[in-house]
């Protein structure tokens, strides 16, 4: 997948999610774009070098996706216990869509911002 199809994908995946380059002030992470959902990345890679994506991912699948997939390896600048690292340019565009979504939804949910404690739900909306 290239990198501005990749790119539409993560903004398509919610109205949730914003884009920012947060390390402009590092000149070798100043071309760093990353994606967040609740202020919290979920993705991120070096527009400068698009060979790795970095993903949140659940610990416990880490290693049977690497043995599974060759494209999936080590994440850049973030812990392998949570984290992998996948090469776009041998990913299977189907693998990187499911992966990318799954590293939104653990964010999404481990920071999900409450509702208005006024809403008609309690405080929580549906």
């Known amino acids: 997948m290239n990198i501005e199809d990749y790119r539409e994908y993560c903004l398509s995946l919610g109205e949730d999610v914003e ?4 390390f402009t002030a590092f000149r070798y992470a100043s071309g760093v774009l990353a994606f967040y959902v ?12 698009f060979s790795v994506i970095t993903l949140k991912c659940q610990p416990e699948r880490i290693e049977d996706l690497k043995a599974q997939h060759d494209c999936i390896g080590k994440p850049f600048n973030e812990s392998p216990k949570y984290w992998i690292g996948v090469n776009p340019d041998t990913a299977p565009d189907e693998l990187l869509k499911q992966l990318t979504r799954n590293s939104y939804e653990i964010v999404k949910a481990k920071y999900k911002r409450r509702a208005p404690s006024n809403s008609p739900k309690g405080g929580r909306e549906g």
């Open 38 to 49: 609740h202020g919290h990345m979920f993705s991120f890679f070096d527009c400068d070098h």
């Open 19 to 22: 884009e920012k380059l947060p």
